[in-house]
């Protein structure tokens, strides 16, 4: 993998973390949870998403060793408490 193939790649990885887990939030608020919200966590901006290990540690040393690249970000903050129906809500 050259230098661009990895920026590009890279870029897209961090990309699909951070709206996985912004979609993970506005379901949440969609049943009735602001939670995240509240805590900053509905942003595109990386930074609050960021996990040392899962964003940057792991998927370096996969791509270095020729691992499978896999990452993850912080869990987005949910109170199942604040859900309308938090049984049925959660699953979504």
Do not use: Q
Request: hydrophobic share 50%.
């Amino acid at each position: 993998m050259d230098l661009r193939e990895a920026l590009i790649f890279f870029g897209c990885l961090v990309t699909a973390i951070i709206l996985h887990e912004i979609s993970h939030g506005v379901v949440a608020l969609w049943f009735g949870d602001d939670t995240a919200k509240r805590a900053g966590r509905l942003t595109l901006n990386p930074v609050p998403h960021i996990d040392p290990v899962g964003s940057i540690i792991l998927p370096a040393f996969g791509a270095l060793t020729g691992l499978p690249v896999i990452g993850f970000a912080k869990p987005v903050p949910v109170n199942p408490s604040r859900l309308r129906r938090p049984r049925r809500d959660m699953l979504f």
